[in-house]
């Protein structure tokens, strides 16, 4: 794949497109329809995952395939709430024909609405993990790299040797200067960030970093770029081919191994993930439906700039 076209010079025509679709806009709901394979109904979601007292005893959820996943449901998911991937709609072409080169059109149309307790349950559950495939609801569910793209219908997704050489042994400096255009120092010596002020990414930089932090790894804290969205910032602006699915999988790894105290990532594409294996979930009100936001006006993108 060639390097991708600098995307400055076309910020007003984006700006021009936008104008003409906002009217059309407005008047849709933001709100996105529920996911169209409905399951069957079950027992209320509420039962099941919580434990509940019998005769002054606790009684275990089946939803956990451990008491440890139950004590990681209870310690860190519980209560926590969720960064969703967000969507986009009437994207302007140039970006669109971008992301679509890619393969990664899919991504941006067609986050569905996620189920809370279902995606605590998963990342509960990660704990007695079998390879790639967690326990979810009496079902294997896989994670995959594979799974992912077949999930998001992106064939022939893999990291090119350049993108694989970067991660080995990425030229911090080098990097810096392509996304700040040379205004900082990027790294761990003395004199140098260990983050990227996203106020010093170049115009380009920033709408990419709009959309990674959107849907590949989702995130709400956009004011800094942390070292590995620089790297996948800095492999995209320089057109080397990256796997989305094994993106995806590696954020979902890190929540999952790191101290879990933010927001949980990944809900609509966990439970895709989780229906297309055969988990069931309940469509009575107590099943918390999170819903995907639908971005849609020029200052979704321009925030950033």
């Not at 709430?81 to 969507?87: D, I, K, L, Q």
């Not at 080098?174 to 140098?192: F, M, P, Q, S």
């Not at 990256?242 to 990532?265: D, F, Q, T």
Request: net charge positive; glycine share 8%.
């Amino acid at each position: 794949m060639a390097e991708s076209s600098n995307l400055v010079p076309n910020l007003n025509e984006m700006m021009e497109e936008y104008a003409q679709l906002e009217e059309e806009v407005r008047r849709e709901s933001i709100m996105e329809e529920l996911p169209t394979e409905t399951p069957e109904a079950k027992t209320s979601s509420r039962q099941q995952t919580s434990k509940g007292k019998e005769n002054g005893v606790e009684e275990e959820a089946d939803e956990f395939i451990s008491d440890e996943a139950y004590a990681i449901w209870k310690k860190h998911y519980s209560n926590k709430g969720f960064v969703a991937e967000r969507r986009f709609k009437n994207l302007i072409s140039p970006f669109t024909k971008m992301i679509e080169q890619r393969g990664w059109g899919t991504l941006y149309k067609h986050h569905k609405s996620g189920f809370a307790a279902v995606v605590k349950e998963f990342y509960s559950n990660m704990v007695g993990r079998k390879g790639n495939a967690v326990y979810v609801r009496g079902v294997w569910v896989s994670y995959g790299v594979e799974a992912i793209n077949k999930a998001y219908g992106m064939a022939g997704q893999k990291h090119g040797s350049k993108f694989k050489k970067l991660l080995k042994n990425p030229n911090k400096e080098k990097i810096a200067r392509k996304l700040t255009d040379g205004k900082v120092k990027w790294g761990h010596e003395k004199g140098e960030q260990k983050v990227i002020n996203r106020g010093d990414l170049t115009e380009e930089a920033k709408v990419w970093f709009y959309f990674l932090a959107s849907v590949l790894v989702p995130t709400k804290h956009v004011c800094t770029v942390r070292e590995q969205e620089v790297i996948i910032l800095y492999a995209i602006l320089k057109g080397y081919k990256l796997n989305a699915g094994a993106v995806i999988e590696n954020s979902i790894m890190r929540y999952h191994e790191g101290n879990k105290r933010g927001l949980i990532p990944h809900p609509a594409t966990i439970t895709i993930m989780c229906l297309k294996a055969g988990v069931k979930s309940s469509w009575d009100e107590e099943e918390e439906v999170l819903r995907a936001s639908l971005l849609t006006k020029p200052s979704d993108i321009y925030k950033f700039m």
